[in-house]
């Protein structure tokens, strides 16, 4: 059974908007700092967004002032808005969740920005 799950991917273009969703269980987005990671096609996955338990939000200088990080009020759900798309944020998009004993990843969502 799958504990992350991603939606919300496509193909948009430049200056566009797209809204990933990670559906978790409560206990684990309760429990574990949230990202998101993306990998583009010949590089190495990076983490670009970053919730913490507490609902500190960190972001990668890449996508700062662009994206943002959230999670809904029955912490079931994180989010991850990102406006002004480029092209270079094309990739897979994963929630990822690190806990003490646990580590999980989605499947990935796949987004494409055209120029």
């Known amino acids: 059974q799958a504990q992350l799950v991603e939606s919300g991917g496509g193909l948009v273009q430049a200056g566009g908007s797209l809204r990933l969703s990670c559906a978790a269980s409560?206990?684990?987005?309760?429990?574990?700092?949230m990202d998101w990671y993306r990998q583009a096609p010949g590089k190495q996955r990076e983490v670009v967004a970053r919730i913490t338990r507490s609902g500190s939000t960190s972001y990668s200088d890449s996508v700062k002032g662009r994206f943002t990080i959230s999670r809904d009020n029955d912490k079931t759900t994180v989010y991850l808005q990102m406006n002004s798309l480029k092209p270079e944020d094309t990739g897979v998009y994963y929630c990822?969740?690190?806990?003490?004993?646990?580590?999980?990843w989605g499947q990935g969502t796949q987004v494409t920005v055209s120029s």
């Open positions: 990822h969740s690190l806990g003490v004993s646990t580590n999980y």
């Open positions: 409560r206990s684990i987005v309760n429990s574990n700092d």
